[in-house]
């Protein structure tokens, strides 16, 4: 009996642990309407051009490691990715194709073939559209302050299991764009990318998504 | 039959362990008490942390991520992680000054024993603790050259520092004709350990190269 009630108690405990709501933010009633405002405003996003700031944050170090860089984006599949400092990093994702250029070499993945690299790409360019919200394979719950909409969300897929507990996503109230997106990996250590300075819907320089 | 069995694979040994000493020799090398002869480790105790490009080569295939290497005073030990460029941990090892290694992480991908011994056993050279008691033989040219070798002890294989004019190992190599068998280079010592390691493999072909990031907010 005794061990019933220790194990219950702990169960209890373990929800209210995991789905701890975030401090200052308070739970939402009405997440249909936020979705359809992140719907609607990914619908009218046809392009996006963001520099975006990106923190790593490891258990056993005090300081993050923080870089930095520029994200192109254009409807509905293409994606340039290109950290600038403290190292030079691109990657383009382009008609199925995936390229990385770090220093003077380069690598060349079809994304078909790499279900990893595969699961990674929908997540991002969900990510950046905010229509991550509405991915299967997440289990999503929503919070508010005044300026932001705070949305967590659960990996449901084995794959995704493996590599992430849970991603962060703040969502201005103003434009319902995603301003930051946080990865937390199994062992708490985590990523949290923060977009700056965002354009929405200007054109793509030529050649932004080119493997040249 | 079995008996011919044990003979032959004796005397293989014998024939690896006696061409491992005999290669040093045929470079000049004679053995010296090893006093005189010291090395600063390749992560010195002033040593804090270093943010390394890395890229791995295995067969035909190329990844490139990200390491850190950090010295753990309170816990004796160095930490080793790699991450993508995107911030996705792939693996974290715990290397002890005692020379146990702790695997904190390891990717779902990497998550092969052979892959975790392999790696394991590499970066350890790298933390080795170098004192009087951890070396086993010290070799050198004679007529002042500067240039030493210290063997050092270990458990299940022997593994040489090779220095020229410096007090840091430039380069490290396992003894032996064993598949596998690691060496490794290092350059452009710093404050913070060296610019560039280099890890190569006889008869596998795998390469791991770490070059320094310039990274001011820890310089």
Redesign the interface.
């Known amino acids: 009996m005794q061990k019933s009630i220790f194990t219950f108690v702990i169960a209890i405990l373990g929800v209210f642990l995991v789905h701890a709501q975030p401090e200052g933010f308070t739970e939402v009633a009405d997440t249909a309407y936020i979705l359809q405002k992140v719907n609607e405003v990914a619908s009218q996003t046809n392009t996006i051009n963001t520099e975006f700031v990106?923190e790593?944050n490891?258990a056993?170090?005090y300081?993050k490691?923080?870089?930095k860089g520029i994200l192109l984006y254009q409807k509905p599949e293409k994606l340039r990715?290109e950290?600038i400092s403290?190292?030079s990093?691109l990657?383009i994702m382009n008609d199925g194709e995936l390229l990385?250029r770090?220093d003077d070499?380069e690598?060349k993945i079809a994304l078909e073939s790499s279900t990893?690299f595969n699961e990674?790409n929908d997540l991002?360019i969900n990510s950046i559209q905010g229509s991550i919200l509405n991915m299967p394979e997440l289990s999503a719950f929503f919070y508010e302050n005044d300026e932001s909409f705070f949305v967590q969300l659960w990996p449901q897929q084995e794959g995704l299991k493996?590599?992430i507990k849970t991603i962060e996503l703040y969502i201005s109230k103003k434009d319902y764009t995603v301003t930051d997106f946080k990865?937390i990996?199994?062992?708490d250590?985590y990523?949290l990318?923060k977009f700056v300075n965002k354009i929405i819907n200007e054109e793509i320089p030529v050649g932004g998504f080119n493997f040249q | 039959m079995k008996r011919f069995l044990w003979v032959v694979l004796i005397f293989s040994s014998i024939v690896l362990l006696l061409g491992s000493c005999s290669s040093l020799h045929r470079q000049g090398y004679r053995k010296v008490a090893s006093e005189n002869y010291q090395f600063h480790p390749v992560f010195g105790p002033d040593f804090d942390k270093t943010l390394y490009a890395a890229e791995i080569t295995f067969g035909k295939n190329t990844f490139t991520s990200l390491a850190i290497i950090k010295q753990m005073p309170e816990y004796k030990s160095h930490r080793l992680v790699f991450f993508s460029e995107a911030g996705l941990q792939l693996m974290e090892m715990e290397f002890l000054d005692d020379g146990k290694v702790n695997v904190e992480y390891m990717s779902d991908f990497l998550n092969r024993k052979g892959i975790i011994n392999k790696l394991s056993a590499d970066f350890k050279l790298l933390f080795t603790n170098i004192t009087t008691h951890s070396i086993y033989k010290t070799y050198t040219i004679p007529g002042d050259t500067g240039k030493f070798v210290l063997q050092m002890k270990g458990e299940k294989s022997a593994s040489f520092y090779f220095s020229s004019n410096t007090k840091y190992p430039l380069t490290i190599r396992e003894r032996g004709c064993y598949y596998g068998k690691t060496t490794i280079l290092l350059s452009q010592y710093e404050n913070n350990g060296p610019d560039e390691i280099l890890f190569s493999h006889k008869m596998l072909k795998l390469k791991i190269a770490l070059t320094k990031i310039n990274y001011p907010e820890w310089n």
């Open positions: 990106q790593k490891l056993f170090l300081e490691i923080t870089s990715l950290y403290p190292f990093y990657l990385i770090n070499k690598i990893m990674i991002i493996k590599y990865v990996e199994l062992s250590d990523t990318i």
